[in-house]
């Protein structure tokens, strides 16, 4: 019912991924992974997670930093905190609607914590970072007993605080494909408070446009907080796929995909009040996607 | 449960221990090492009252184990003054009326501290981002923001 | 007006230094010799019969060292009044909220004592709960309080000046409802304490105290000890803003657990206990009926109140008193009715917050005078300034306001915010909200309502002062260090600020409705003059001149016309030491006894000097797609006579202003239908960050008040009470919608919006 001092637990750290998967293997649903520790330690602190073991990754050199790749993209290590991916310059580049995550994602303090891994796999409908990766068509690289398999971060959800990496395996890292050009991502959350706060709803749109800067070539939209897990708004998506990208079409798919969210009222917002703000996030996300798009080629 | 041995280094100085693994950092730093500069309210991240810096990085200590914290460098409230001489963001802090009950003062302090490390010139809004997670009921903020403002202006004379 | 050397002079204040460097000592960082460590288990129910608390196995735990319930106290009923002495330690046969102290452990360590909850089983039959007035009121509810015969807890009604006639005189009479949700105090600070009891079963207690007398009198009264087997001392305070006045559960149980286990206790809480069960400011239903003259003169005021409590009554009597009271003050209205009733509910216990009930109140009056100013075609600033208070204002209950700046302040702060300019040209969705408030510089709610200050001269010419009102963060202890210093003629270096300790400091009534300054000041004076008076004999006979002809300034007494006569402040201090072989201490006290105590029934009298006066303007802007508030700017122009520490001063205001912001917009306890809290964490509970708070100017309108310490006035109140009606204010001037039950969320403004415009 209350906070308390954290429980008692066995502590591991292993320096390498095999390490690692062979506790989780040894030790099983008593174990957890942990990483920046600031969603897990709460649970445990509340006491409503108490595994007998933690299995610190931190150790473990092959899960961090960022780097880029010409021809794969972005690559983002589990561990990277948000306050690196705040700092990147290549971030801030070549992912901006990532960086808009980042920057109004908890408190500083947190932020140095937090780690990327740790928001996808704590699978919270509104991981702030989940709807700009799904945009960006982001996938998931994960570790197990047997190899290495890849998600797309859209499929990586399962239900609230529920994702589809299973307790054998660990997230090793992001894989951001190269972004084609005339493209950009933008992310809009909207809080109840300016800062240190959950998104009430957090819309991610992707667009790649045309040679004439104008159509919309491809598009994707991904909308936080508004249903068990992120989703995307295929139907949203339709609306913009193929057409000129005005103000009007853009509060157009906004309506559409303030029909396809299944949000709950609780203490933050109403269901109706989530569902309309879908509608302005998703208009507001997509054109500014658009600008980014429009301002980068103008260079 | 298996105690480890951890080296902190807090504020230039080394304390070799052997903690439990459930001690957090603000635990380890206000019970065992009695740094209580450091304050404890909410215990989840969400005040800012237990904010320290790690290798240069304001942390909610609250929410670091402290086996985590070792061989890591911890710059705590205690740590800013050299002897009698405060740290300019101290002195901006006193004059300006940063300070009242003092209870997010440390917190609050450090995560200044944190941001000026990075940018040296602050606007007001960096400030208040900076501070964001660091509530404070008395001041209202106004004067936080342009203590620390004045104390990067001091700072680069 | 005077030239003061101390006064008036931002001087660093006596804690910055110890607080900025991280050494002050809050309760939460004390540490005694072979201290054990206190926890409470707390009611998950919000309304339950206590059937059976077994705590066998607790007990059995190794490191567990006492345990305790309401049944080990003495069963002695205390309350703010005499009669409302409706509280207990701890509950005896029934919760009475969520959250509740119902078994307290002393353990070896945190972790033991933790474990040992675990291990307690209370057996609850639950019984049906009351979370409103209305329920509280309704024929046949349940009784919330098992020592008061009502569910409602106090009333107040009066009537003041001829109401029919103000009604006939008006042009135009308009009706409206306002509410306002359950907010928590929100200081940073948990409640913490440490409690010893010596052998002769002396208890220490050393606590987050705002008024340490109250705690002392309410402790010693339910433990059925004489007060002087008590001694409270304060440490270092994280905050008080009214929510630290009374003790609590853990106050009790930790002075119990020590007195069982003799051992040092130190129980040390986590926030989010203190936003489940710890004070909040009541809930508020309020309905006025208030007639004008066409020219916007306010001819009178009908207001009807209702405050939604808790299981106590705590203050609440002054909270629902407050209400009526003070709608006399900061516009001049000839006549005003009012009813006001308090009730018991089984949501946590009520204190109030910064600024009292005078905030809801002012926000109600506030909010309607903007409503019927738009109805009658009159500006928002000129009605104010029209119905403001004036000089020499003798108010329909009977309140004397000798001195008003708001006429200025309401001009001040116009043209700063833009007032004018404003009306011809504005961004889209923008907005300005205005409003007044009035704070009296503490009422005298009762006989032994006193300040006294003790100063202590110490050999090498330093001064010590101990004062019963307390330090939590308002700069009061650097106040009376200049005060002291500025009658002394000695420099502010030269005085310093002792422990809050009820063995040697005097009698307080405590710290709360800005009184502090006002009162403590005055006392102060007295302290300083008695000092002053015993210096001058020795001076005097030394000098052979009369010594009321003394002057001191500059660390020197010297004789008033001939300069030359004089002698070093340390020489006659050194004289009475060493020579007389006689300490020197000042002694006094204050009490505003020319004015009248508090009639609770007809709330009638000259209750307070030194009312002090705000303006505030808010500039916000407002999305009309998403209903967002983002605030601008605020601008306050406050009399607070005259000012005795500026920088300080600012914060008082600044800090009002942020903490209402965030009762306007962000901040409600929430509750389920079972009366269980649903956002005790300050995740969940939005107190505002940096980013929330806009920028503050403070403006400052120096008036020199007859009765006040150097012509000052209380200060850092009314910023509060002008706020909640300046932000909704700004919101209707923004974007045309009214939201009258607050917090107004972006939610109420995207509804409001939608039906002005018809979707």
């Given at each position: 019912?209350?906070?308390?001092?954290?429980?008692?637990?066995?502590?591991?750290?292993?320096?390498?991924?095999?390490?690692?998967?062979?506790?989780?293997?040894?030790?099983?649903?008593?174990?957890?992974?942990?990483?920046?520790?600031?969603?897990?330690?709460?649970?445990?602190?509340?006491?409503?997670?108490?595994?007998?073991?933690?299995?610190?990754?931190?150790?473990?050199?092959?899960?961090?930093?960022?780097?880029?790749?010409?021809?794969?993209?972005?690559?983002?290590?589990?561990?990277?905190?948000?306050?690196?991916?705040?700092?990147?310059?290549?971030?801030?580049?070549?992912?901006?609607?990532?960086?808009?995550?980042?920057?109004?994602?908890?408190?500083?303090?947190?932020?140095?914590?937090?780690?990327?891994?740790?928001?996808?796999?704590?699978?919270?409908?509104?991981?702030?970072?989940?709807?700009?990766?799904?945009?960006?068509?982001?996938?998931?690289?994960?570790?197990?007993?047997?190899?290495?398999?890849?998600?797309?971060?859209?499929?990586?959800?399962?239900?609230?605080?529920?994702?589809?990496v299973a307790r054998n395996e660990i997230l090793t890292h992001i894989q951001i494909p190269k972004q084609p050009e005339r493209s950009c991502a933008a992310y809009l959350k909207l809080m109840r408070r300016a800062a240190m706060d959950l998104a009430l709803v957090g819309v991610a749109a992707y667009v790649c446009l045309d040679k004439d800067n104008r159509t919309c070539?491809?598009?994707?939209?991904?909308?936080?907080?508004?249903?068990?897990?992120?989703?995307?708004?295929?139907?949203?998506?339709?609306?913009?796929?193929?057409?000129?990208?005005?103000?009007?079409?853009?509060?157009?798919?906004?309506?559409?995909?303030?029909?396809?969210?299944?949000?709950?009222?609780?203490?933050?917002?109403?269901?109706?009040?989530?569902?309309?703000?879908?509608?302005?996030?998703?208009?507001?996300?997509?054109?500014?996607?658009?600008?980014?798009?429009?301002?980068?080629?103008?260079? | 449960?298996?105690?480890?041995?951890?080296?902190?280094?807090?504020?230039?100085?080394?304390?070799?221990?052997?903690?439990?693994?459930?001690?957090?950092?603000?635990?380890?730093?206000?019970?065992?090492?009695?740094?209580?500069?450091?304050?404890?309210?909410?215990?989840?991240?969400?005040?800012?009252?237990?904010?320290?810096?790690?290798?240069?990085?304001?942390?909610?200590?609250?929410?670091?184990?402290?086996?985590?914290?070792?061989?890591?460098?911890?710059?705590?409230?205690?740590?800013?003054?050299?002897?009698?001489?405060?740290?300019?963001?101290?002195?901006?802090?006193?004059?300006?009326?940063?300070?009242?009950?003092?209870?997010?003062?440390?917190?609050?302090?450090?995560?200044?501290?944190?941001?000026?490390?990075?940018?040296?010139?602050?606007?007001?809004?960096?400030?208040?981002?900076?501070?964001?997670?660091?509530?404070?009921?008395?001041?209202?903020?106004?004067?936080?923001?342009?203590?620390?403002?004045?104390?990067?202006?001091?700072?680069?004379? | 007006?005077?030239?003061?050397?101390?006064?008036?002079?931002?001087?660093?204040?006596?804690?910055?230094?110890?607080?900025?460097?991280?050494?002050?000592?809050?309760?939460?960082?004390?540490?005694?010799?072979?201290?054990?460590?206190?926890?409470?288990?707390?009611?998950?129910?919000?309304?339950?019969?206590?059937?059976?608390?077994?705590?066998?196995?607790?007990?059995?735990?190794?490191?567990?060292?006492?345990?305790?319930?309401?049944?080990?106290?003495?069963?002695?009923?205390?309350?703010?009044?005499?009669?409302?002495?409706?509280?207990?330690?701890?509950?005896?046969?029934?919760?009475?909220?969520?959250?509740?102290?119902?078994?307290?452990?002393?353990?070896?360590?945190?972790?033991?004592?933790?474990?040992?909850?675990?291990?307690?089983?209370?057996?609850?039959?639950?019984?049906?709960?009351?979370?409103?007035?209305?329920?509280?009121?309704?024929?046949?509810?349940?009784?919330?309080?098992?020592?008061?015969?009502?569910?409602?807890?106090?009333?107040?009604?009066?009537?003041?000046?001829?109401?029919?006639?103000?009604?006939?005189?008006?042009?135009?009479?308009?009706?409206?409802?306002?509410?306002?949700?359950?907010?928590?105090?929100?200081?940073?600070?948990?409640?913490?304490?440490?409690?010893?009891?010596?052998?002769?079963?002396?208890?220490?207690?050393?606590?987050?105290?705002?008024?340490?007398?109250?705690?002392?009198?309410?402790?010693?009264?339910?433990?059925?000890?004489?007060?002087?087997?008590?001694?409270?001392?304060n440490p270092f305070v994280g905050g008080g803003f009214s929510g630290k006045h009374d003790p609590f559960d853990i106050d009790f149980a930790t002075v119990k657990l020590a007195q069982m286990t003799g051992r040092p206790v130190k129980t040390v809480l986590n926030y989010d206990e203190v936003l489940a069960a710890y004070r909040q400011r009541n809930a508020m239903n309020?309905?006025?009926?208030?007639?004008?003259?066409?020219?916007?003169?306010?001819?009178?005021?009908?207001?009807?109140?209702?405050?939604?409590?808790?299981?106590?009554?705590?203050?609440?009597?002054?909270?629902?008193?407050?209400?009526?009271?003070?709608?006399?003050?900061?516009?001049?209205?000839?006549?005003?009715?009012?009813?006001?009733?308090?009730?018991?509910?089984?949501?946590?216990?009520?204190?109030?917050?910064?600024?009292?009930?005078?905030?809801?109140?002012?926000?109600?009056?506030?909010?309607?005078?903007?409503?019927?100013?738009?109805?009658?075609?009159?500006?928002?600033?000129?009605?104010?300034?029209?119905?403001?208070?004036?000089?020499?204002?003798?108010?329909?209950?009977?309140?004397?306001?000798?001195?008003?700046?708001?006429?200025?302040?309401?001009?001040?702060?116009?043209?700063?915010?833009?007032?004018?300019?404003?009306?011809?040209?504005?961004?889209?969705?923008?907005?300005?909200?205005?409003?007044?408030?009035?704070?009296?510089?503490?009422?005298?709610?009762?006989?032994?309502?006193?300040?006294?200050?003790?100063?202590?001269?110490?050999?090498?010419?330093?001064?010590?002062?101990?004062?019963?009102?307390?330090?939590?963060?308002?700069?009061?202890?650097?106040?009376?260090?200049?005060?002291?210093?500025?009658?002394?003629?000695?420099?502010?270096?030269?005085?310093?600020?002792?422990?809050?300790?009820?063995?040697?400091?005097?009698?307080?009534?405590?710290?709360?409705?800005?009184?502090?300054?006002?009162?403590?000041?005055?006392?102060?004076?007295?302290?300083?003059?008695?000092?002053?008076?015993?210096?001058?004999?020795?001076?005097?006979?030394?000098?052979?001149?009369?010594?009321?002809?003394?002057?001191?300034?500059?660390?020197?007494?010297?004789?008033?016309?001939?300069?030359?006569?004089?002698?070093?402040?340390?020489?006659?201090?050194?004289?009475?030491?060493?020579?007389?072989?006689?300490?020197?201490?000042?002694?006094?006290?204050?009490?505003?006894?020319?004015?009248?105590?508090?009639?609770?029934?007809?709330?009638?009298?000259?209750?307070?000097?030194?009312?002090?006066?705000?303006?505030?303007?808010?500039?916000?802007?407002?999305?009309?797609?998403?209903?967002?508030?983002?605030?601008?700017?605020?601008?306050?122009?406050?009399?607070?006579?005259?000012p005795i520490h500026p920088v300080m001063l600012d914060g008082q205001v600044n800090g009002g202003s942020a903490h209402m912001t965030g009762h306007a917009l962000l901040e409600d306890c929430l509750y389920d239908e079972k009366g269980r809290v649903l956002n005790h964490t300050w995740r969940d509970y939005k107190q505002p960050t940096a980013l929330d708070t806009p920028?503050?100017?403070?403006?400052?309108?120096?008036?020199?008040?007859?009765?006040?310490?150097?012509?000052?006035?209380?200060?850092?109140?009314?910023?509060?009470?002008?706020?909640?009606?300046?932000?909704?204010?700004?919101?209707?001037?923004?974007?045309?919608?009214?939201?009258?039950?607050?917090?107004?969320?972006?939610?109420?403004?995207?509804?409001?919006?939608?039906?002005?415009?018809?979707?």
């Open positions: 019912m209350f906070i308390r001092r954290l429980p008692k637990f066995e502590h591991h750290a292993p320096a390498s991924v095999a390490g690692a998967l062979g506790l989780l293997k040894k030790y099983g649903n008593k174990a957890r992974v942990f990483a920046g520790g600031t969603d897990l330690l709460l649970a445990m602190k509340k006491r409503a997670l108490t595994p007998e073991h933690l299995i610190n990754v931190k150790n473990i050199k092959a899960l961090k930093g960022i780097s880029y790749n010409d021809k794969k993209g972005l690559k983002i290590g589990a561990l990277v905190t948000c306050a690196e991916l705040e700092e990147s310059p290549l971030i801030k580049e070549k992912a901006p609607a990532l960086w808009d995550a980042v920057c109004v994602m908890a408190s500083p303090q947190v932020r140095t914590l937090a780690t990327i891994g740790g928001n996808l796999c704590s699978a919270v409908p509104s991981a702030d970072t989940a709807p700009p990766l799904i945009a960006m068509g982001a996938q998931a690289v994960l570790s197990g007993p047997k190899g290495e398999r890849t998600v797309l971060v859209e499929k990586l959800f399962k239900g609230p605080a529920e994702s589809k070539k491809e598009v994707r939209i991904a909308l936080g907080a508004v249903a068990p897990t992120p989703i995307r708004a295929p139907m949203a998506e339709q609306t913009l796929a193929g057409n000129e990208i005005t103000e009007a079409l853009a509060e157009q798919a906004g309506k559409v995909a303030g029909t396809v969210c299944s949000p709950i009222t609780d203490l933050r917002a109403s269901l109706g009040y989530r569902c309309d703000m879908v509608e302005v996030l998703t208009k507001r996300a997509v054109i500014e996607a658009c600008s980014r798009v429009k301002n980068s080629t103008k260079r | 449960m298996r105690k480890v041995e951890i080296t902190l280094r807090v504020n230039g100085e080394e304390y070799d221990l052997e903690i439990e693994p459930h001690r957090t950092l603000v635990e380890v730093l206000r019970e065992t090492l009695g740094f209580t500069g450091t304050k404890k309210s909410c215990n989840e991240g969400e005040c800012g009252a237990c904010t320290v810096i790690m290798d240069g990085k304001p942390v909610a200590s609250c929410l670091v184990l402290a086996l985590d914290a070792h061989g890591k460098e911890i710059l705590t409230i205690e740590g800013l003054a050299q002897g009698e001489n405060l740290h300019p963001l101290q002195v901006a802090f006193v004059r300006q009326g940063g300070i009242q009950c003092g209870f997010c003062t440390p917190g609050m302090i450090m995560s200044a501290k944190a941001l000026l490390e990075k940018n040296p010139k602050p606007t007001a809004m960096d400030v208040r981002k900076a501070i964001s997670g660091n509530l404070c009921r008395c001041t209202g903020y106004q004067q936080i923001v342009d203590a620390v403002i004045t104390a990067a202006q001091e700072i680069a004379k | 007006m005077a030239e003061y050397s101390v006064v008036g002079k931002p001087v660093e204040r006596t804690d910055g230094r110890i607080k900025a460097t991280g050494a002050a000592k809050y309760a939460a960082d004390l540490i005694a010799p072979g201290m054990l460590y206190g926890k409470l288990l707390r009611s998950p129910l919000a309304h339950a019969k206590i059937l059976n608390i077994d705590t066998r196995k607790a007990k059995a735990l190794k490191g567990v060292k006492a345990i305790v319930t309401g049944k080990d106290f003495p069963g002695i009923p205390y309350g703010t009044r005499p009669d409302t002495r409706d509280q207990l330690p701890m509950p005896v046969t029934k919760v009475h909220h969520f959250g509740e102290g119902v078994v307290a452990v002393a353990a070896v360590d945190e972790d033991r004592a933790e474990e040992a909850l675990d291990l307690i089983k209370v057996d609850y039959e639950e019984l049906p709960v009351i979370l409103t007035a209305e329920d509280a009121m309704a024929p046949g509810a349940p009784l919330v309080n098992e020592l008061s015969k009502s569910n409602i807890a106090y009333f107040s009604d009066f009537l003041f000046g001829d109401i029919e006639k103000g009604f006939k005189e008006a042009d135009y009479i308009r009706e409206e409802t306002f509410s306002s949700q359950r907010v928590t105090v929100g200081f940073i600070e948990p409640h913490a304490c440490l409690a010893e009891v010596d052998p002769t079963g002396r208890v220490l207690l050393q606590g987050s105290k705002q008024s340490p007398y109250i705690t002392w009198r309410h402790m010693c009264r339910a433990l059925d000890i004489p007060v002087s087997k008590m001694r409270i001392v309020a309905k006025l009926k208030m007639g004008l003259k066409k020219n916007g003169q306010i001819t009178a005021l009908r207001t009807e109140c209702v405050l939604e409590g808790g299981p106590i009554a705590g203050i609440g009597p002054f909270n629902i008193y407050y209400f009526g009271a003070f709608q006399n003050v900061p516009y001049k209205i000839p006549a005003i009715e009012y009813h006001g009733k308090l009730t018991y509910s089984n949501r946590a216990p009520c204190g109030t917050v910064r600024g009292q009930e005078i905030v809801l109140a002012q926000y109600c009056l506030d909010s309607m005078l903007s409503i019927v100013a738009e109805d009658l075609g009159v500006d928002q600033v000129d009605i104010r300034y029209m119905n403001a208070v004036t000089s020499n204002w003798h108010a329909a209950n009977g309140l004397i306001i000798d001195v008003s700046g708001l006429p200025e302040c309401i001009e001040k702060c116009g043209k700063r915010i833009g007032w004018k300019e404003s009306r011809t040209s504005r961004p889209k969705g923008r907005g300005i909200g205005y409003s007044c408030a009035s704070h009296p510089s503490g009422v005298r709610l009762g006989g032994h309502f006193g300040s006294s200050v003790m100063l202590k001269l110490l050999e090498d010419g330093n001064v010590v002062v101990t004062h019963g009102g307390t330090e939590i963060g308002q700069g009061s202890n650097t106040i009376f260090c200049q005060m002291t210093a500025e009658v002394l003629g000695i420099p502010f270096e030269s005085v310093i600020q002792g422990v809050s300790d009820s063995d040697t400091t005097i009698f307080d009534s405590g710290m709360f409705g800005d009184r502090c300054t006002y009162w403590n000041g005055n006392a102060t004076i007295a302290a300083a003059k008695d000092l002053k008076r015993q210096l001058a004999e020795i001076a005097g006979a030394e000098l052979k001149v009369n010594p009321e002809e003394l002057e001191f300034k500059n660390s020197m007494i010297f004789h008033k016309e001939r300069a030359d006569v004089k002698m070093d402040f340390l020489t006659a201090v050194r004289r009475a030491y060493y020579e007389k072989g006689s300490p020197l201490y000042g002694r006094g006290y204050w009490a505003a006894t020319d004015i009248d105590i508090v009639d609770w029934k007809t709330g009638r009298g000259n209750l307070a000097h030194g009312l002090d006066f705000i303006a505030t303007g808010v500039m916000v802007d407002v999305d009309r797609e998403t209903g967002r508030v983002t605030l601008i700017k605020g601008i306050s122009a406050d009399d607070a006579g005259q920028e503050y100017i403070v403006e400052h309108v120096h008036t020199h008040d007859p009765y006040g310490p150097f012509g000052a006035k209380g200060a850092g109140e009314a910023s509060s009470c002008s706020s909640l009606a300046a932000i909704a204010n700004g919101i209707y001037d923004a974007v045309g919608v009214r939201i009258k039950d607050l917090p107004i969320t972006p939610e109420k403004i995207l509804a409001a919006l939608k039906k002005k415009e018809g979707k």
